[in-house]
């Protein structure tokens, strides 16, 4: 049953250290490994398609600011939702078509993915310039990286969706960055942070390697993200 609210609108200056806080209550003292990852599914589908993005400003701001030890129950809740296929996911235009969530050519998929797409291919709703891209990816993939596990997880789930040319969300250049990612990521630096910093440098370059004509300028744009991404 989805508890969606359709009228949740965000204030407008959401206190993100307090939903930060939340969120990391709720992974950290909820009794059971079912428990957790049910609670960060139902906090996630009461935002909504449309809200997904404070979903993941919350993510990370965990990612930049909480300590190791919060860092670590959020990764290892994340560990949780990946290995039973239960990752919060939000909604997103496949190539080549535009956002309606109303029609079969969105698709449902991960934070990390999200930010990819949202980045790589705009779907109507705005476009993500590259330095939130790069602020907010690595902020998440070093959260994601504070669990060994997780990280091994989402790196075989990029290279999956990477290899796979049948797969519609996804143009080819954007499934070659995210193998490149996925690649850089999976060999890069223990720390979580350098982690973050070299999946992401190794996805943008490959994004510069691939574009040409009009595409070239995405990664360029001064963009200023929405009031629910700062």
């Excluded at 590259?130 to 596990?149: C, K, N, T, Y």
């Amino acid at each position: 049953m989805s508890i969606h609210n359709p009228n949740l609108v965000l204030k407008e200056h959401p206190d993100w250290h307090a939903a930060a806080e939340v969120l990391i209550e709720g992974c950290a003292y909820l009794s059971s490994p079912e428990e957790r990852v049910r609670w960060l599914e139902r906090l996630c589908t009461s935002l909504g398609d449309t809200l997904y993005p404070a979903f993941l400003q919350v993510l990370c701001r965990i990612g930049e600011h909480g300590n190791p030890q919060a860092q670590k129950v959020v990764a290892d809740t994340l560990v949780l939702a990946l290995q039973s296929g239960r990752m919060p996911s939000g909604r997103h235009a496949a190539w080549g078509a535009q956002w309606d969530p109303a029609k079969r050519a969105t698709r449902t998929i991960g934070p990390i993915e999200y930010l990819c797409a949202w980045f790589t291919q705009p779907d109507g709703r705005g476009t993500l310039g590259a330095v939130p891209f790069d602020q907010a990816a690595r902020a998440l993939i070093g959260l994601v990286s504070h669990s060994d596990l997780a990280r091994r997880l989402y790196c075989t789930q990029l290279l999956c969706i990477a290899e796979d040319p049948l797969e519609g969300t996804w143009s080819r250049s954007s499934r070659h960055a995210l193998q490149a990612m996925a690649r850089g990521w999976a060999n890069a630096d223990a720390d979580p942070r350098r982690a973050g910093v070299q999946a992401v440098e190794a996805f943008l370059a490959a994004t510069r390697q691939t574009a040409s004509g009009a595409s070239a300028p995405q990664a360029h744009l001064g963009w200023a993200p929405p009031a629910s991404w700062r």
